[in-house]
């Protein structure tokens, strides 16, 4: 009862501010003389980035959303920002989705505390064009074409690939699974029982989500066609090594989810923080289902700091936030870009699990019909 | 004035009353309906956003939605029968104790338990039973199949926060049955099941029913517990909410959300269409 009265006071609190705000447009005016930074489209065209910079501090403050601070090296990357030109960043709900990232931009419209900047998987950054703002960072040209909207609405970040993370002593005699295959394997499935976990719910996290693309890709599946994942994703439970406890730092510290099929920047930081407590953790991302999907960045239209928005762009963009995604363990978007330029930071670089072979991304409609598919088919599938 | 304030008499004390559940309750549920009514995608080009629409209420009513639907009213009939029968033991139990703080103590630690679930209550049992050692293998010693992730381990979490909940509803009315009335009935000759039958139970009846429906509502309700637990291979109405509303997976479907919210109010409405007369009538047997 509690939760759905929360739900139901929330409902109208929204429908409120949504009607109340829905008359003021975002008039919040730049801090330098005649530029209109909210429609700006590059730091050039605004007059270039001293320009950039001068307006960006005059505003003083960025408003940023659901960005944990050990995320994707989230917490230093906001700091070196606050640090390099003494604007205030305020960090929305740490721990918010990127259903909660586009709900803030569409309901705090013209509001101070609205959102300037979010960072959103690419399946709420496709169809909200609408509610962003064009802009293209000056290594545009760095970022590959897949990974961005032609026309600057919104682009990649930072990203990585779906990878098997196992601790090795938990999984004796059977060696640490490096393919989909290996973990359907019958001479280990005693081995594996109850171990094999994702980060919780595919219809709701998009790790897991990710996780069972990257199944369907090593069982026959492809970027049309994510049903051999979740029959994949049924074997494992029919066998029982499918535990459906969603994996965090906590349960595999504990021991309940020994084998977990994560985004290899939260594997590898897992790893790295479980080092300490004496549990060794490998990271290998899988040969047979080779899956990566990359966050993407985008400026909010009712940004109330605009110049600061495209500021903070620049700076995840430049080789010093790009550099810093990687010590996070997450790829950076323009990866191949500074590794030809010599830019990339040598002792980040190798944190990153190796990969071989190539990926390509889906598009729109593919996204919508995998996600039509794991909604309808999960709990069926696994129930 | 003071003879429109007369001849308000008692509606007009509850005049305010009215007026905050109209803003409280009544406007997040039009609103749920509103948007539930609503189109946001559409599917081909005769329709235009924000038309108005029965889609969203018959895909709300179909496929892994409808079983969403059954799944979470399953888990709440089965947990709060089995959660009412233990609390009301247990409650009966603490009533009949004579210690006075031994009581006020159970009281407070029920309060708490209550409202002890969410994501901490999984992880306490995760760290507990999880998938390996000595109680899983206790507990599949007796009952081969039990897993945590599954039906039956969210149907065993459940009842830790639920039992709490039924002492706290029915130690009052259990500490309202007076000692005479037994005394008076084995006077007359009554044995101790003539005695529950005819006079403790239908006492206790109502007030027992009553915590079983709050029981219900509490365990229809819960989320994120179950969500810890099962990855969604259990699905319920309140994870699927909450994967559309605020997941990082399915965009744009918010006004399916509302729809499926608004099945859930329609739950809560029978339920407590159930609730409220027979807590009248419990009321009116113990205080005559």
Redesign the interface.
């Known amino acids: 009862?509690?939760?759905?009265?929360k739900?139901?006071?929330?409902?109208?609190a929204?429908?409120l501010a949504a009607s109340a705000c829905s008359s003021n447009s975002s008039t919040t005016s730049s801090g330098s003389g005649s530029t209109n930074w909210a429609t700006v489209t590059s730091a050039s065209a605004g007059g270039g980035m001293t320009a950039l910079i001068a307006a960006a501090k005059a505003e003083g403050s960025l408003n940023v959303i659901a960005l944990p601070p050990t995320w994707a090296n989230y917490g230093t990357l906001m700091a070196e920002f606050k640090a390099k030109y003494g604007i205030t960043v305020n960090d929305a709900n740490p721990n918010?989705?990127?259903?909660?990232e586009?709900?803030a931009i569409e309901h705090d419209k013209g509001l101070a505390t609205a959102p300037d900047v979010v960072d959103v998987?690419n399946?709420?950054a496709?169809?909200?064009t609408n509610l962003f703002s064009d802009y293209e960072v000056s290594t545009w040209a760095n970022i590959p074409a897949g990974l961005k909207d032609a026309n600057g609405s919104w682009y990649g970040d930072y990203g990585g690939y779906i990878s098997i993370g196992c601790v090795a002593a938990k999984v004796a005699p059977a060696p640490c699974p490096t393919t989909f295959a290996e973990l359907l394997d019958s001479s280990y499935t005693a081995d594996y029982?109850?171990?094999v976990?994702?980060d919780?719910?595919?219809?709701?996290?998009?790790a897991?989500?990710s996780g069972v693309w990257a199944a369907a890709l090593a069982s026959g599946g492809s970027l049309s066609n994510i049903q051999p994942g979740i029959s994949y994703f049924g074997k494992l439970?029919s066998n029982g090594e499918f535990?459906?406890?969603?994996d965090t730092e906590?349960?595999i510290e504990?021991?309940?989810?020994d084998i977990t099929i994560d985004w290899e920047y939260l594997n590898s930081q897992y790893a790295s923080d479980l080092k300490s407590k004496g549990i060794t953790m490998s990271v290998a991302i899988p040969t047979d289902g080779l899956y990566s999907a990359y966050y993407d960045q985008a400026i909010s239209k009712y940004a109330p700091h605009p110049a600061a928005a495209r500021l903070w762009e620049e700076f995840l963009y430049s080789a010093e936030g790009q550099n810093g995604f990687m010590g996070g363990y997450a790829r950076p978007v323009e990866f191949a870009a500074m590794q030809s330029a010599g830019t990339l930071d040598a002792t980040d670089e190798k944190l990153l699990p190796t990969v071989s072979g190539s990926v390509s991304y889906p598009t729109e409609s593919e996204l919508t019909t995998a996600?039509n598919a794991?909604?309808?088919?999960?709990?069926?599938a696994?129930? | 004035m003071i003879s429109l304030v007369k001849k308000l008499g008692a509606w007009g004390a509850v005049l305010p009353l009215l007026g905050y559940c109209a803003?409280?309750?009544g406007?997040?549920?039009w609103?749920?309906l509103?948007?539930g009514l609503h189109l946001t995608n559409p599917q081909n080009t005769s329709e235009t956003t924000g038309s108005l629409t029965l889609a969203n209420l018959t895909t709300s009513w179909h496929?892994?939605y409808l079983?969403?639907l059954e799944t979470s009213l399953r888990l709440s009939l089965f947990t709060a029968i089995i959660s009412a029968l233990v609390g009301l033991f247990a409650a009966y139990a603490i009533a009949q104790s004579k210690g006075r703080y031994f009581k006020q103590a159970v009281l407070t630690a029920s309060g708490v338990l209550a409202n002890f679930g969410g994501i901490p209550l999984a992880?306490c049992f995760?760290?507990t039973i999880?998938?390996?050692?000595v109680f899983l293998s206790w507990i599949q010693s007796v009952w081969p199949s039990f897993?945590?992730?599954?039906?039956s381990g969210v149907a065993v979490v459940y009842p830790y926060f639920l039992i709490p909940l039924m002492v706290l509803t029915t130690l009052p009315a259990l500490d309202g049955l007076r000692e005479q009335w037994k005394e008076a009935s084995a006077n007359l000759g009554g044995t101790s099941w003539q005695y529950w039958r005819h006079i403790g139970g239908p006492l206790l009846f109502p007030a027992a029913l009553g915590g079983f429906v709050l029981c219900f509502?509490?365990s229809f309700?819960?989320?994120a517990t179950a969500?810890?637990?099962?990855?969604?291979?259990?699905?319920l109405v309140?994870?699927?909410?909450?994967?559309i509303?605020?997941?990082?997976?399915?965009?744009?479907e918010n006004d399916l959300g509302?729809a499926l919210?608004f099945n859930?109010?329609i739950v809560?409405g029978v339920m407590m269409a159930v609730y409220l007369p027979l807590r009248k009538r419990s009321a009116k047997w113990l205080e005559s």
Do not use: E
Request: proline share 3%; charged share 10%; net charge neutral.
């Open positions: 009862m509690h939760r759905i009265t739900l139901a006071c929330a409902a109208a929204v429908t918010g989705s990127s259903g909660d586009i709900n998987g399946s709420h496709l169809p909200n029982k109850g171990k976990s994702l919780g719910d595919p219809t709701s996290a998009n897991a989500f439970k535990n459906a406890t969603g906590s349960t504990a021991g309940s989810t996600q794991v909604t309808s088919g999960w709990a069926t696994l129930g | 803003i409280a309750l406007l997040p549920i609103a749920i509103w948007d496929g892994i079983k969403g992880f995760i760290a999880g998938t390996g050692g897993a945590l992730d599954t039906f509502g509490s309700a819960a989320y969500k810890a637990l099962t990855d969604g291979t259990v699905p309140t994870t699927q909410i909450a994967s509303l605020s997941g990082n997976v399915i965009a744009g509302m919210a859930t109010v809560c």
